[in-house]
């Protein structure tokens, strides 16, 4: 099995510098399944190829256990692909020889990491379990120009039609690493099988080499689906922690899950029964300057703008994406100044302090805190009660139990795929009490929605407020 990347940047040979490959060489490396050998059949200033040539020594395979998964009969343990085709053994190598590349290190030509360079990836052969047209919705959302040539499946009986191995070339302008983390995904999930079990350490292994790009790719149910071999609490797993809180771009997942989430609960129009109650809460409390915590796309904002006792607003959401279009929604750069000067947004993450967001006389929280890891709560609760300590905290989260009420949800499942966690009232009540005592707040409770006499109402509110917040409003 043969992988050969090109590139044609001047010089050429300066890919050798970010592979930490010298072009002048050959090497071989000993691996668990056989061996790999790098090699330059091309190495000139114009035109640069290097070669991972793969040999998969089938009998090994047997030998340590490592062959093909499933319940193959004996001789299949011995006559297969494996040796031949692209597959999760070429991950294998690509991570034993390349990792410092993909990590993105170079000695030598440091600012070569991130430069996008032309750059030509062939695959000898493939098995492209899924046609042609996964091909493309694998590798053309990232950008690249895919070719591929079928095989048929014997060359001596043609009407037998093309077999699902197939020669692959992408090409793109793009930085190597980024090149070399797809492979290191993608082949595996062509292929569509992987020679070795896959339990959660897989998953951080699709976030490493995944985490920058597989967020927004629109076929990332399927590739984390094939890549994990259809364990689903693997996969929600990954899915989860592609779109959340430790995850470098948030931004990438949110919009689409939102949208789900919108659907599941349009009949009640709740979103817009939320907002109401919110907005009419911060407007009870005498607050004149507010936060919005995780404003997302903005839709409190625009009704803080609207009401003129607000004259200091502040959103703020980890997802610069969210802001963008907050931005943009809003109009912010057409408001007349005196409105402008009442509103700013800003990026940052609720687990962190942040000086800039002390001070106020309120806060909302509305749909964000069952977005946050368990784990980080206590860090979200510190950053929110002790640090930006505002008059007034108006907090809201779907009461879990009221899910059965919804036709559109499946049994069990939680309304939006980014949720770690949805409380019900209990659970809530549980928590807004303790961090109310913690923190020297206390903590009232309102229904938001149909409050159902069995289950409760879809959305739970709690109202802290401090307890040494002063009568009148600062
Ligand atoms: N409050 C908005 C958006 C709710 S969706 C509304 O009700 O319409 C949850 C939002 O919380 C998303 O925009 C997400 O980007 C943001 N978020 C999730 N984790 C966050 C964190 N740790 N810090 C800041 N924002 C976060």
New binding site residues.
Partial sequence: MLLEIETTYAPATDIGYLLHKNPARLQTFDLSFGRAHVYYPVADAERCRVAVLLEVDPIGLVRNRRGPSGNRRSLDQYVNDRPYVASSFMSVALNALFSTAMNGRSKERPELVETPLPLRATLSVVPVRGGVDLLERLFAPLGYEVAATAHPLDEQFPEWGPGHYHTVTLAQTIPLRHLLRHLYVLIPVLDNDKHYWVGPDEVDKLLARGRDWLGDHPAREQIADRYLKYRRRLTRDALARLA??DDPD?DAT?AQR?HEEERIERPLRL?TQ??GAVLAALKASGARSVL??????G??LRDLLGARQFTRIVG????HR?LERAAARLKLDRLPEKQRQRITLRQ????YRDAGLAGFDAA?V???IE??DPP?LPA?ERALFAFARPGTVVLTTPNRAYNVRWDSLPGGALRHRDHRFEWTRAEFRGWAERTAGAFGYAVRFLPIGDDDPEVGPPTQMAIFERNDAEDAPR
């Fill in positions: 959340g809180d948030p949110g939102d979103n939320r907002m919005d915590l995780g404003c997302g796309e839709n409190l703020v959401d980890v997802s969210a940052g993450a609720l687990t909302a509305v749909e964000v977005h946050l980080r979200f």
